[in-house]
């Protein structure tokens, strides 16, 4: 389970060194593959373990593409998917096409989200949270059923 964010640097390669609490985790789940794809609705990137992708992938291919939105979904997340492993340093290359996806500059944000990484530019995250947070605070969002009795 990853959690909390990191900032990170880009090389001029476009790699980053993942923090070593999650690099030991990935190596040993799957020796080091991960998955990384465009996020469907915000300017970031997701990035997945190799299992945790492989189930998205299993809902993915029993979702009927005759369905323009899940046609749609698939040719953003599927298209977009690149497997990369982790190199002897701990680093993972972004693809300049993702790398501009999320336009990412020198400095980013690794966020941990459960089963999955958010990968954002550190400037566009710090101005994400600050609306974010704004957005709790005036009670401006939809209800969702899942949330009704969820507490903290």
Request: glycine share 6%.
């Amino acid at each position: 389970m990853f959690r909390g964010a990191s900032s990170l640097s880009l090389d001029d390669k476009g790699r980053f060194a993942v923090p070593t609490k999650y690099r030991d985790d990935l190596l040993s789940e799957d020796q080091g593959t991960v998955i990384c794809t465009v996020a469907l609705n915000e300017p970031c990137l997701w990035l997945y373990p190799l299992a945790q992708w492989q189930e998205i992938e299993s809902r993915l291919a029993k979702i009927s593409n005759m369905n323009p939105r899940a046609r749609r979904m698939q040719r953003m997340l599927l298209g977009n998917a690149t497997e990369y492993q982790l190199d002897k340093n701990g680093r993972i290359l972004l693809a300049p096409s993702l790398r501009a996806h999320a336009d990412l500059g020198k400095k980013i944000m690794l966020v941990g989200l459960m089963n999955k990484f958010e990968i954002w530019d550190e400037a566009r995250w710090h101005q994400q949270m600050r609306q974010d947070t704004e957005l709790e605070r005036l009670g401006d969002f939809e209800p969702h059923p899942d949330l009704d009795n969820f507490t903290l």
